[in-house]
């Protein structure tokens, strides 16, 4: 994309002093829920109102949305709060829907931009329309992906467009429901910095203990905002219950989070520092990830060698991985002696680990 000095106007318009806010249920379920959860969110620093109409849902027969009459309740909650609404589309349809009822901004899920066909016939649909369009990554950590699904709204003519980071789905198991992968998110916003970033921690942890944390890693990697799902009553919503949050906890969250502040050169110069500790934190995090993946292999390695009863230790092997190892790190400019220090730690590690597993 060249030239998208445009995408930041609808954002840098609204004037705000807060990161942007859109939050709401998951789903509408009933007139009285989505009008209830307004009606408390109406007093807060929530910009946006969102409820899903369609439910894109991994198996059948669970509950897919309400459909149609959901947007008549959207319109009331405009009508009775004045806060402006979204919704997911996720077809020509939808979208056709979305704007005869006046929805104010609509997003696309991840399971819909990992689809090129589909992206185009929102893109279609959409064609022209001066409405905020929000993103989501796809399912999978592809971000050509995800911005090929942006290009084909831009090339549209629809010029309101932003990103939504909602994590990636993995075969392995982790803390998230769907993991961060910020440095993805780091390298969108090199990429495109004028292309408004919102952070949804919901669908990133699951988990409605993790949202505050996920929220202040977002604000402090500079994202513009959040969508954070929010329910009257959480453990009997219809779905994602464990993420959402009630809006008594979701106004204690605004309240509680760091909020960088702009301008200034010394207050610059922190937000700087901030943002690359944040960055720190997320390698950290990641380092102590991989090294304990190391050691789970290694474990199954000592499995293999109590069975055919072999010497822990094999010298040739950890010579040549030294070797090795020693190159790629001065490749990336990091010095022998870290690189053997480092290594021989992670080496006695491994044996330990071994060790308990031929004896124990
Ligand atoms: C949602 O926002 O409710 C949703 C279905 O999200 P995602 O597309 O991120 O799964
Ligand atoms: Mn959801």
């Given at each position: 994309m060249k030239n998208t000095t445009a995408l930041r106007t609808w954002l840098d318009e609204m004037n705000l002093t807060h990161p942007l806010v859109i939050a709401g249920p998951c789903s509408a379920e009933t007139e009285e829920q989505v009008l209830k959860i307004a009606h408390e969110l109406k007093d807060s620093d929530v910009n946006y109102y969102r409820a899903g109409i369609w439910?894109?849902?991994?198996?059948?027969?669970?509950?897919?949305?309400?459909?149609?009459?959901?947007?008549?309740w959207l319109k009331k909650v405009k009508e009775e709060t004045g806060m402006k609404t979204c919704t997911?589309?996720?077809?020509?349809?939808?979208?056709?829907?979305?704007m005869e009822y006046d929805v104010d901004l609509l997003w696309i899920g991840a399971r819909s931009t990992v689809s090129p066909f589909i992206m185009q016939e929102i893109a279609d649909a959409l064609q022209g329309t001066d409405k905020i369009v929000l993103v989501k990554n796809p399912v999978n950590p592809d971000l050509a992906l995800w911005l090929g699904g942006i290009e084909r709204l831009y090339t549209a003519n629809i010029k309101n467009l932003g990103a939504?980071?909602?994590?990636?789905?993995t075969y392995e198991k982790s803390k998230y429901r769907n993991i961060p992968e910020w440095q993805l998110a780091i390298e969108?916003?090199?990429?495109?910095?004028?292309?408004?970033?919102?952070?949804?921690?919901?669908h990133i942890t699951g988990?409605?203990?993790?949202?505050?944390?996920?929220?202040?890693?977002?604000?402090?990697?500079?994202?513009?905002?959040?969508?954070?799902?929010?329910?009257?009553?959480?453990?009997?919503?219809?779905?994602?219950?464990?993420?959402?949050?009630?809006?008594?906890r979701l106004k204690q969250i605004m309240e509680d989070l760091k909020i960088r502040k702009e301008t200034e050169t010394d207050s610059k110069y922190r937000d700087s520092l901030e943002n690359l500790r944040a960055q720190i934190?997320?390698?950290?995090?990641q380092l102590i990830d991989m090294l304990g993946k190391r050691m789970k292999v290694a474990d199954q390695i000592g499995q293999l060698k109590k069975e055919k009863n072999?010497?822990?230790?094999?010298?040739?092997?950890?010579?040549?991985?030294?070797?090795?190892?020693?190159?790629?790190?001065?490749?990336r400019g990091l010095s022998e002696e870290f690189i053997l220090r480092m290594f021989k730690a992670i080496h006695q590690?491994?044996?330990n680990h071994q060790e308990k597993i031929i004896n124990g």
């Open positions: 439910k894109p849902r991994t198996r059948p027969g669970m509950f897919e949305g309400v459909g149609e009459i959901g947007l008549r997911e589309v996720a077809n020509a349809a939808h979208v056709k829907l979305a939504i980071h909602r994590g990636f789905s969108f916003q090199n990429k495109f910095p004028d292309l408004p970033l919102i952070c949804d921690p919901s988990n409605r203990n993790m949202i505050f944390d996920v929220s202040q890693t977002a604000l402090d990697l500079n994202f513009d905002g959040l969508m954070i799902e929010t329910h009257i009553d959480p453990d009997n919503a219809w779905s994602d219950a464990a993420q959402q949050v009630t809006p008594t934190n997320v390698i950290d995090d072999v010497a822990v230790l094999q010298s040739k092997r950890w010579n040549e991985i030294l070797g090795n190892m020693v190159l790629e790190g001065e490749q590690e491994s044996i």
